[in-house]
């Protein structure tokens, strides 16, 4: 299994970027797909997740409006598309699968997630 995370980049505060993670060696729609971000020093924290379907998605308060999650499911890919980036959102952001039985359950705890993609880099500045 593989999550191939790609996207980041510097942006100025203000600005937008879109994230993709493009899976391969799993099943892609058995999958809740989510996005956790670290910065150094500190925990991996939740971003966003998405269900199985699409129809199902949950966001950390700090990105609701700014953040969306979709998925193309005949692409094997998700995707994070961040507006009104912020300094705050400067971080190495990684895509993760849950295998999950139901087709609009969300999960939200990292501990949920088995697989794991490299991290790509955001960084927020002027």
């Known amino acids: 299994v593989q999550l191939q995370a790609s996207g980041g980049g510097l942006v100025q505060p203000g600005g937008s970027l879109r994230l993709s993670c493009a899976a391969s060696?799993?099943?892609?729609?058995?999958?809740?797909m989510a996005w956790f971000r670290q910065t150094p020093g500190k925990e991996r924290e939740f971003v966003a997740a998405?269900?199985?379907?699409?129809?199902?998605?949950s966001y950390a308060d700090s990105v609701k409006g700014r953040l969306t999650i979709s998925r193309d499911n005949a692409k094997n890919t998700v995707y994070l598309q961040m507006n009104s980036l912020s300094p705050e959102d400067t971080a190495a952001y990684y895509c993760?699968?849950?295998?999950?039985?139901?087709?609009?359950?969300?999960?939200?705890?990292?501990?949920?997630?088995?697989?794991w993609g490299q991290g790509t880099l955001v960084t927020v500045s002027s």
């Open positions: 060696g799993l099943t892609f729609s058995r999958y809740c």
């Open positions: 998405i269900s199985r379907s699409g129809g199902g998605r």
């Open positions: 993760a699968a849950a295998d999950v039985a139901s087709l609009n359950l969300v999960r939200s705890h990292e501990n949920e997630y088995v697989y």
